[in-house]
């Protein structure tokens, strides 16, 4: 993060980025994700058609993750820096590189006593520099967007840009307006957790399609049904099949064990009593929440189990689907901790739950898929 720190401060100077997020990027989904699915459909048939062909006349794919990660980092790079960077070959390669090498990074300092961890952790930084390459590009090009931006206000005119980083910048307090390294300190970050978390939990969901094979028809019937034109013009609010899959699959596979990670930074008690001192942190048990037998039966695969019994019943029917068929809202806060909780809530989910329905649905809706060995093991430790 090239010495960033963040304040230890609920909330302090994080609007701009919470506004970006929930309300710009959430209300600009029809505008920018037809640019983002061709993008993404591209991409993956070139990395699908590009695979060797075998003596017996079959095609080897590439790795799953391998194409998974790679469009979700291109569909990101448009939404978030424009369609210039997301074309910068040297830039997106760092950009993937960065998330493994910051995962790497974490758990070995997570193995180490604390304190070796601060001067291994600025070696590895330095050897692993891929978040230097992406400091280095983003720089210049924020500088450039921050000097448009006050040429506009005194009537110059300037490129017109839709894309997070313009919104960022225009959602900054007028009297503390940020500067170009605050901004691209925050994209950073917000790079790290879309991409990472995204890739994985689609490539989780395909997993359990080919785990699920009896899913595939229903799905590939309602996204048909529905079109990607209704689909783009919903921002992504359609497909409440693959939603309720999408939730069915984070239950039995979340990304993470725990969320809505908290600091108590003075003593707090909670509702049964339980004493937090300063310093100690709380955490809520998202896993095993998910798994908890008087909820759930917890290891039965229920893919349309979240979904409106109306909608599933249309299945066994000629399919109608329409934008408003009620989903079974994967975004939502209320029962389930994939976000966070409440006001803190993962202000972002809006988009990546419509990255992630567009990417399983165009692999549903053009491709025949199927695990090289369906029975491997799926975990390891």
Sequence with gaps: MSSFNWMDKR??????????????????????????????????????????????????????????????????????????????????????????????????????????????????SNKLNSSSVIFDTLLPVAAERVDEYSRAKLGHKVPEHKDCMQWIMESAPRNSPWTAERIVYDLTALWFGSVHITSTTVCFAIHDLCLHPEYVEPLRKEIEATGWETFEKSGGKCFPLLDSFMKESARITPVESVSTRRMALEPFKLSDGTAVNPGEWIVTAARGMAMDSSVFEPNDFQGFRFADPAVVAKIDSRPSFSAGDKSSDFTSISDWQLWGTGRCACPGRFYVTAVMKAMLGLLIARYDMQLTDPGAARYFA
């Design 11 to 124: 909330g302090a100077e994080g609007i701009p980025l919470i506004r970006t997020l929930r309300v710009m990027l959430t209300n600009h989904l029809p505008e920018v994700f037809p640019q983002i699915r061709r993008s993404m459909s591209a991409l993956m048939d070139n990395e699908i058609d590009s695979a060797p062909k075998l003596e017996d006349g079959k095609t080897m794919t590439p790795k799953l993750y391998h194409i998974i990660i790679k469009a979700i980092a291109h569909s990101n790079a448009l939404a978030f820096f424009g369609e210039d960077l997301a074309k910068n070959e040297k830039f997106m390669k760092a950009a993937m590189t960065f998330i493994e090498q910051t995962l790497l990074i974490a758990e070995i300092l997570r193995l180490l006593p604390q304190f070796l961890s601060e001067p291994i952790g600025k070696f590895l």
